[in-house]
Antibody, heavy 121, light 107 residues
Framework: QVQLQESGPGLVKPSQTLSLTCTVS??????????WSWIRQHPGKGLEWIGY???????YYNPSLKSRVTISVDTSKNQFSLKLSSVTAADTAVYYC?????????????WGQGTLVTVSS | DIQMTQSPSSLSASVGDRVTITCRAS??????LNWYQQKPGKAPKLLIY???SLQSGVPSRFSGSGSGTDFTLTISSLQPEDFATFYC?????????FGQGTKVEIK
């Protein structure tokens, strides 16, 4: 059973960089066959896909966040990470990592529990 | 971006009711449509993929239909554990987007 777990600071100051890591267990990122995504949910709101990475390091980002987002992968630790720069209060959200199928109809089949990141001074 | 619009935004229903939630895409997305269920404080859970395929382990009372721009999630007989918020999500375009959600509450 694949499991994902987000980790990182719960509080980030405005203008700084938000950094989160997702640790995958029960399966290897480097085995291929899946993308690995970050998704966020503003408090009481809907879901916003941020971007994904493949084990090879190739990425694709939501155009609305592309200028501020970097997703990286560390296959030796079976982890992938999110960096979001120049954060504001509008970036306060629960951040999820999710395994993303590469099937014809891509979907998010396994999710982490989510971690709340608050942007405040 | 492809906009996904769900209706209704919320509904009240009783255990045993048949519940239908609609999702409309701003352009045709064939059957590149998934449905998720989210309970308070929890991550979303995949229910239906490719518009009508049931994810492994999901009860058969959940079903999906539609293609093009109009899609439906149906719960044939609502159970107490089904009270949650449901989201549709398109994967037709590379920038994946979700609907705003439909909250199913107890009547």
């Amino acid at each position: 059973q694949v499991q994902l777990q987000e980790s990182g600071p719960g509080l980030v100051k405005p203008s700084q960089t938000l950094s989160l890591t997702c640790t995958v267990s029960g399966g290897s990122i480097s085995s291929g066959g899946y993308y690995w995504s970050w998704i966020r949910q503003h408090p009481g709101k809907g879901l916003e896909w941020i971007g994904y990475i493949y084990y090879s390091g190739s990425t694709y980002y939501n155009p609305s966040l592309k200028s501020r987002v970097t997703i990286s992968v560390d296959t030796s630790k079976n982890q992938f990470s999110l960096k979001l720069s120049s954060v504001t209060a509008a970036d306060t959200a629960v951040y999820y990592c999710a395994r993303t199928t590469m099937s014809t109809v891509t979907n998010f089949d396994y999710w982490g529990q989510g971690t709340l990141v608050t942007v405040s001074s | 971006d492809i906009q996904m619009t769900q209706s209704p935004s919320s509904l009240s229903a009783s255990v045993g009711d048949r519940v239908t939630i609609t999702c409309r895409a701003s352009q045709s997305i064939s059957t590149y449509l998934n449905w998720y269920q989210q309970k308070p404080g929890k991550a979303p859970k995949l229910l239906i993929y490719a518009a009508s395929s049931l994810q492994s382990g999901v009860p058969s009372r959940f079903s999906g239909s539609g293609s093009g721009t109009d899609f439906t999630l149906t719960i044939s007989s609502l159970q107490p554990e089904d009270f949650a918020t449901f989201y549709c999500q398109q994967s037709y375009s590379a920038s994946w987007t979700f609907g705003q959600g439909t909250k199913v509450e107890i009547k």
